[in-house]
């Protein structure tokens, strides 16, 4: 079953801890992304990769780092430096950044995060 | 101001007919599409449209484009409880050298059985 996995689904921190939330899949997507929910905020891209050991900054970086050593893992530290980590946090995935293609993107299940 | 816009809450009886409505900013748009997302879980892709057409019909779904205005619109005929859950209208937009997905607020769907 090809598809995108996301683990754990619930994330407990302490405050001051870093925690890392894996990404997983096996569509062979070039392009991986990393968005953060909050209620009545939609989603919001954190951090995104369209090619191995390369990865670009989205809306709202700061307090997370990503790394892509390889196609299919695309881990997402939470540091410390954030200061309101509780949240849903979505990682998807997408073929290509051809434009002709469609390019939707596939999206795990979610992790939550909450810090105690 | 945001670059996707939806309302955030729609209410409708079962049986009755659903319209969830989107503004988008990007006029070099080439795809935008509709997802679904049920409670406490990822985003599943409904459908989406091409900006070439002006309708895409897929059992239940209608999807609407006006180019000119900028305006989509999911309809869902027949809404049954199962289509109580968060509609995401999603645009895609070319960023330096890759193209990313701007996603609105999201549209709170409820049905009243």
């Known amino acids: 079953d090809g598809g995108i996995t996301q683990s754990p689904k619930y994330l407990f921190r302490k405050e001051g801890q870093n925690v890392t939330l894996s990404c997983e899949q096996n569509?062979?997507?070039?392009?991986m992304y990393w968005y953060r929910q909050d209620p009545g905020q939609g989603l919001r891209l954190i951090y995104y990769?369209?090619?191995?050991?390369?990865?670009q900054k989205g809306d709202i970086a700061e307090g997370y780092s990503v790394s892509r050593e390889k196609k299919e893992s695309f881990p997402l530290t939470v540091t410390s430096a954030q200061k309101n980590p509780t949240a849903f946090y979505l990682c998807?995935?997408?073929?290509?950044?051809?434009?002709?293609?469609?390019?939707?993107?596939?999206f795990g299940q979610g992790t939550r995060l909450t810090v105690v | 101001g945001e670059d996707v816009e939806q309302s955030l809450f729609l209410s409708v009886r079962e049986g009755d007919s659903s319209v969830i409505n989107c503004t988008y900013t990007?006029?070099?748009?080439?795809?935008l599409y509709w997802y679904k997302q049920e409670p406490g879980a990822g985003l599943q892709l409904l459908t989406y449209?091409?900006?070439?057409?002006d309708m895409k019909q897929d059992q239940r779904l209608t999807v609407l484009l006006n180019k000119k205005d900028k305006h989509l619109s999911l309809r869902i005929a027949d809404t049954q409880t199962g289509d109580s859950a968060i509609y995401f209208c999603a645009e895609r937009t070319a960023g330096a050298g890759s193209y990313q997905l701007t996603f609105g607020k999201g549209t709170k769907l409820s049905v009243i059985p």
């Open positions: 998807a995935s997408s073929r290509s950044r051809d434009r002709v293609k469609r390019t939707e993107a596939f």
């Open positions: 569509l062979n997507h070039d392009a």
């Open positions: 449209i091409f900006s070439n057409m």
């Open positions: 990007d006029s070099s748009s080439t795809y």
């Open positions: 990769s369209q090619i191995v050991n390369d990865f």
